[in-house]
């Protein structure tokens, strides 16, 4: 969704807007980290301290029975494209990720899952250029957890690669939509 309605379209080819790869090992040629465009958009504790309180989280499917929520951002952080990225290198660049739009997650179901605007702050005017949810840790994390050795290792990805962003399970999904509503299978 954030993907379509931003006017920046990070990582999309129909628009013609790459994502570009930011190492997680500092050795970008700007000497930032992942973790440091992280900590802009989700600083540590946000979600617990200012997160939506119907975020749905999931202990019973960790091991510590503890799931605590979670926050995640678009464009990832990994990535010149994040809003934490500061000028002169960064394409998008917020001051925080309450210039973002804001969502949270929330299951309504078995394997019903839904992103609800985050009602608690101004409603997105999709100007915005990047976007942070509240979510499960354990599904932010499952999300991305292979991305290093399925994807960035393997394509021997380096500073600045451009790539792509397509979600196979989205295909069906209308994003253009003022109401977006989609499964995915």
């Known amino acids: 969704m954030t993907q379509t309605k931003l006017p920046n379209h990070p990582g999309s080819q129909t628009a013609g807007k790459p994502l570009l790869y930011l190492p997680a090992s500092g050795s970008s040629n700007t000497g930032r980290t992942p973790t440091q465009n992280r900590n802009v958009i989700c600083p540590s504790g946000w979600a617990a301290k200012s997160g939506n309180p119907d975020t749905t989280t999931l202990p019973g499917n960790v091991p510590s029975g503890s ?7 678009f464009a990832y952080a990994a990535t010149y494209n994040s809003g934490g ?27 019903v899952w839904h992103f609800y605007d985050d009602m608690r702050q101004a409603a997105p005017t999709w100007k915005e250029v ?5 979510m499960s840790n354990w599904t932010n994390t499952q ?32 994003a253009t939509a003022a109401t977006v509503k989609c499964t995915v299978k």
């Open 67 to 73: 799931d605590p929520m979670s926050c995640d951002e």
């Open 85 to 111: 990225m500061p000028t002169p290198d960064g394409l998008n660049p917020v001051s925080s990720g309450d210039q973002c739009v804001q969502t949270y997650s929330q299951r309504t179901q078995t394997d």
């Open 143 to 174: 999300s991305m957890q292979l991305f290093p050795s399925q994807f960035s290792q393997p394509n021997r990805m380096l500073d600045q690669d451009a790539y792509w962003y397509y979600a196979l399970e989205f295909a069906g999904c209308n």
């Open 130 to 134: 990047c976007g942070r949810s509240a």
